[in-house]
């Protein structure tokens, strides 16, 4: 059974930072693609950015040059280092893996439960 647990949400100011980490459990070989989306209120999920096994990342426009992934292949975490946050920034924020090889053979998709990343003065 492989599941994603996040971490790192919480509450913070505008221009502040935050960091989110997300860790799959369970046995794997190897994850193809990590990424986040985020959901705020009212709107539908996103995709915020994506990083490959060999390291390369994809990112929505609104957050290029702010946030940073990056991910530990031998942990199977993957993490988004968020800085100069903006309110627009709010919302809750689910980590994502495509492509999952374990022993009992290729998992498609599996989804964190989401963090919640709020914005505020």
């Known amino acids: 059974q492989v599941q994603l647990v996040e971490s790192g949400g919480g509450l913070v100011q505008p221009g502040g930072s935050l960091r989110l980490s997300c860790a799959a459990s369970?046995?794997?070989?190897?994850?193809?693609?990590m990424g986040w989306y985020r959901q705020a209120p009212g709107k539908e999920r996103e995709l915020v950015t994506t990083?490959?096994?060999?390291?390369?990342?994809n990112y929505v426009d609104s957050v290029k040059g702010r946030f940073t992934i990056s991910r530990d292949n031998a942990d199977n975490t993957v993490f988004l280092q968020m800085n100069s946050l903006k309110p627009e920034d709010t919302a809750v924020y689910y980590c994502?893996?495509?492509?999952?090889?374990?022993?009992?053979?290729?998992?498609?998709?599996?989804w964190g439960q989401g963090t919640l990343v709020t914005v505020s003065s």
């Open positions: 990083i490959t096994s060999d390291g390369s990342t």
């Open positions: 994502n893996a495509r492509e999952v090889f374990t022993p009992h053979g290729r998992i498609l998709e599996r």
């Open positions: 369970g046995s794997i070989f190897r994850i193809n693609v």
